[in-house]
């Protein structure tokens, strides 16, 4: 953080975007945070940044795995994101031939001292939720992420019960699995 009187300004952290926003120096330079793409956004994933996301980041769309979650409007929409579709300057943009399972959103992990699954519980919801196969449980039904298969969709984060179920964990603040942006090298 920098200060300057009685002026803060925060720096940006990372986020997970919609499909087409993974690369955040373009994103950032060409979105004018309209807002089309979340108004039209079928699973209601997208939310505005706030001012603790970043200066820069307010009011850009981000992803919001607790209310929705990415399916890549594959069902609809011809497979085209609607909100790569109605994005006006292209900062939502898929790269040519993309799939669901080539563009990241971000990779799901587990916390596991928050996990009904992981506390010996029974809770699999994360692993039948998960659309590409990219969880599976171990020898003791406990979730696990296959890193190369997660594809950041949400699908996870939004189904899990962890806060809902067994909120009497101390500490836990989040959902139990929870998926985060892709690092830039």
Known sequence: ???????????????????????????????LHCE????ICPK???????????????????????????DYCTENHDGVPQCVKVCPTEA????????PETVIIGKAEIK??????????GCQECVRACPYEALEVDEYKRPVVIEDKCNGCGACEYVCVSLEKGS??????DRAITVHPIERS
């Open 92 to 99: 939502l943009k898929l790269p040519e031939g993309a799939m």
């Open 1 to 31: 953080m920098l200060g300057l009187g009685s002026l803060t300004f925060i720096e940006s952290k990372e986020l997970c975007r919609p499909p087409g926003g993974q690369d955040e120096d373009r994103f950032v330079a060409l979105c």
């Open 36 to 39: 089309r793409c979340r108004e």
């Open 44 to 70: 209601t994933a997208l939310s505005p940044a706030h001012l603790e996301d970043g200066l820069l980041n307010m009011r850009s769309p981000k992803m919001d795995f607790r209310q929705g979650w990415c």
């Open 112 to 121: 596991k001292e928050w996990c009904l699954g992981w506390l010996l519980m």
């Open 168 to 173: 009497y964990i101390s500490g836990a603040t």
